[in-house]
C-alpha cells in the first residue's frame, strides 16, 4: 500500500496545474518543493501571454495558482528530492530533509529548469556579487546604475524592458541578434537609454574587488570592446533540474526528460511536465497544458493499478 496516489516533484505552473487535475480525478496528491510554490514565476515581473489575465505579475500568478490547489486540499510540503526508486511497481521518492522517505503508485516530474552559465573567466568570481541571473530580486538595487544584460531571447528582453525602466543605461551584449517576439524587441530598441551590441562573444569580466565591467569580442570583426558597468545580469538559456532523476535512465544527452504525447516517460507510472521535459516551447501556458495532460494519465494508470 502506498503512501499516496500520487507524489508530484516540483510546484512551478506544471506541477501545481497537475495537482489540480489529479485532485480533481479523487487521487490523493502529494506536491513536494525544495522552494516556495510558484517555480520560475515568482521571479518573473510581468506575465503578458498567459490567456485571459492580460498582463500579470509572475509572483501574483503563483499565489493564485496555490490557493487554487488549497482549494482542492492537495498536500504540499517543503522538500528537496534527491532520488527516485521504482520496485514492483510502487515509486519510492527520497528527500534530503530529515532522509523523509514516500511511497506512490506515481510520480510526475515536474522539477523545471535553472539559468545557464557562460563559463568564462571571472564569472563564478561575480556570481552574486556582481553577476545575477534575476532581475527581479536584484535590479531594485540597480536604480540609476550602468547595467549590462547578457542574451538576446525572450527572458533577455522581457527582463532588459523592466530593468531599462530602472537603471542609468542598459548594454546588451548577445551572441546572435534580439531573437524574442518582436513586438517585446521593438519596444526594448525605442528605449532612449538601451544601446546593443550584437553577435559578440564574451571573454570576461573584470574589476578590482567589485565588478568593473564586461570583456567581450565581436564575431564578425573581431573587435574587442570593454564596457564598464556595475551589475550583469545573464539570460543565455536554460539546463533541466533532473540530476536526481539520472538513475531511471529516463532522460536525453541534454538532461531534458524524455516524454511522449501522454507525458509518460518509458517507466511506467513516472511521468513528466512542464520545462524539464523534451518540448519546444518552455512557457508558463505550455506547462500547465503539460500537468494537466501528465494528471489525466496518471489517473488512468493509478486505476489499473488499484
Ligand atoms: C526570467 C524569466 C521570464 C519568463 N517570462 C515568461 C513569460 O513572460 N511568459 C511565460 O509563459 N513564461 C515565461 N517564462 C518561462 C516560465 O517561467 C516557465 O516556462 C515555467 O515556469 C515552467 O514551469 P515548470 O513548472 O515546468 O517549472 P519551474 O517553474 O521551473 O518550477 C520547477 C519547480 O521545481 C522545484 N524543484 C526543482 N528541483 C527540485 C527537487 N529536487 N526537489 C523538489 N523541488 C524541486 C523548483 O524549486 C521549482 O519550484 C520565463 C522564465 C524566466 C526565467
Not at 95 to 106: F, H, L, P
Not at 148 to 169: C, F, Q, R, W
Not at 195 to 204: G, H
Not at 238 to 263: H, R, S, W
Request: proline share 2%.
Amino acid at each position: 500500500m502506498a503512501d499516496y496516489d500520487l507524489i508530484i516533484i516540483g510546484s512551478g505552473p506544471a506541477g501545481m496545474t497537475a495537482s489540480i487535475y489529479a485532485a480533481r480525478a479523487n487521487l490523493s496528491v502529494l506536491m513536494l518543493d525544495k522552494l516556495a510554490p510558484g517555480g520560475q514565476i515568482i521571479n518573473t515581473n510581468e506575465i503578458q501571454n498567459y490567456t485571459g489575465m492580460g498582463t500579470i505579475n509572475g509572483a501574483e500568478l503563483a499565489i493564485q495558482m496555490f490557493q487554487h490547489t488549497q482549494e482542492l486540499q492537495v498536500a504540499f510540503d517543503y522538500k528537496t528530492v534527491r532520488e527516485v526508486k521504482v520496485e514492483d511497481g510502487l515509486k519510492t521518492v527520497f528527500c534530503e530533509e530529515d532522509d523523509a522517505v514516500y511511497t506512490a503508485y506515481a510520480v510526475i516530474l515536474c522539477t523545471g529548469t535553472r539559468p545557464r552559465m557562460l563559463g568564462v573567466e571571472n564569472e563564478k568570481q561575480y556570481a552574486g556579487n556582481g553577476i545575477s541571473w534575476c532581475a527581479i530580486c536584484d535590479g531594485a538595487a540597480c536604480r540609476g546604475k550602468d547595467v549590462v544584460v547578457v542574451g538576446g531571447g525572450n527572458s533577455a528582453v522581457e527582463e532588459s524592458i523592466y530593468l531599462a525602466e530602472i537603471v542609468k543605461s542598459l548594454t546588451i551584449v548577445t551572441m546572435f541578434d534580439l531573437t524574442a517576439d518582436p513586438m517585446a524587441c521593438d519596444k526594448l530598441r525605442g528605449m532612449e537609454n538601451v544601446k546593443i551590441y550584437p553577435y559578440q562573444d564574451v571573454l570576461d569580466f573584470y574589476g578590482e574587488k567589485k565588478l568593473g565591467g564586461i570583456h567581450f569580442k565581436s564575431t564578425e570583426t573581431g573587435e574587442e570592446k570593454r564596457v564598464a558597468c556595475d551589475q550583469v545580469f545573464e539570460y543565455i538559456g536554460l539546463t533541466p533540474t533532473t540530476e536526481c532523476f539520472k538513475d531511471l535512465g529516463i532522460l536525453n544527452e541534454m538532461g531534458y526528460v524524455k516524454v511522449d504525447a501522454q507525458m509518460a516517460t518509458e517507466i511506467p507510472g513516472i511521468f513528466g511536465a512542464g520545462d524539464c521535459v523534451t518540448k519546444n516551447l518552455r512557457q508558463v501556458i505550455t506547462a500547465c497544458a503539460d500537468g494537466a495532460i501528465a494528471a489525466q494519465s496518471a489517473a488512468r494508470y493509478v486505476q489499473g493499478m488499484k
